[in-house]
């Protein structure tokens, strides 16, 4: 009973890439695999959002590979690399305004200090976003760093399996912290 709906008038360059990220193998299909996976409404239901945003960053990463004509390249990756960057240093700025008491200056030195064109102007809405919605960007950027570390700490003590079974075991996990999906999907390896 889900459905993908696409105006295909909106679509753009990088339109697979956010199927990839909005519906499979990204949220939807998370979340159905969950569904089938759990009984318990609890766990579907509840996901924490960092499991649910770091998932769906990794495989929207994950995915440029195929949407490139000829596998990774050095462009795939720089413009990976740009957006986790981009993710990371605002995921920081979040951090900052609400631990650090950062103001909008604090916020637009650091974004430029890592050559990003930021301006008041250009970065108002956003901090006002950052300020009344604290963690907005942690979500997605620490949910992003803790699923992309255990994917790879399961690539590297399981050389012999594929993406397909670290992605399973991954999924298998369910949601918790990210210490026991790593120990859960790492025991469904061995």
């Given at each position: 009973?889900?459905?993908?709906?696409?105006?295909?008038?909106?679509?753009?360059?990088?339109?697979?890439?956010?199927?990839?990220?909005?519906?499979?193998?990204?949220?939807?299909?998370?979340?159905?695999?969950?569904?089938?996976?759990?009984?318990?409404?609890?766990?579907?239901?509840?996901?924490?959002?960092?499991?649910?945003?770091?998932?769906?960053?990794?495989?929207?990463?994950?995915?440029?590979?195929?949407?490139?004509?000829?596998?990774?390249?050095?462009?795939?990756?720089?413009?990976?690399?740009?957006?986790?960057?981009?993710?990371?240093?605002?995921?920081?700025?979040?951090?900052?305004?609400?631990?650090?008491?950062?103001?909008?200056?604090?916020?637009?030195?650091?974004?430029?200090?890592?050559?990003?064109?930021?301006?008041?102007?250009?970065?108002?809405?956003?901090?006002?976003?950052?300020?009344?919605?604290?963690?907005?960007?942690?979500?997605?950027?620490?949910g992003y760093l803790w699923t992309q570390t255990i994917m790879d700490n399961l690539h590297a003590n399981h050389p012999n399996a594929t993406d397909k079974?670290?992605?399973?075991?991954?999924?298998?996990?369910?949601?918790?912290?990210?210490?026991?999906?790593?120990?859960?999907?790492?025991?469904?390896?061995?």
């Open positions: 009973s889900n459905l993908l709906i696409v105006n295909t008038a909106g679509e753009e360059k990088d339109f697979g890439v956010t199927v990839a990220r909005e519906a499979y193998p990204g949220h939807m299909f998370e979340s159905i695999y969950t569904r089938t996976k759990s009984s318990h409404p609890y766990m579907y239901l509840t996901e924490s959002t960092g499991y649910l945003e770091g998932w769906a960053t990794y495989v929207e990463n994950y995915s440029m590979k195929y949407f490139t004509g000829s596998g990774v390249t050095d462009a795939m990756i720089l413009i990976r690399d740009e957006s986790v960057l981009g993710l990371l240093v605002s995921t920081r700025v979040d951090y900052g305004i609400h631990v650090e008491n950062w103001s909008l200056d604090d916020c637009i030195n650091y974004f430029q200090s890592f050559g990003f064109a930021v301006t008041e102007d250009t970065f108002g809405k956003y901090y006002t976003l950052l300020v009344t919605d604290p963690g907005y960007y942690a979500k997605y950027g620490m079974d670290i992605h399973t075991a991954y999924l298998n996990a369910l949601t918790g912290t990210f210490e026991q999906i790593e120990q859960y999907a790492d025991k469904q390896l061995n």
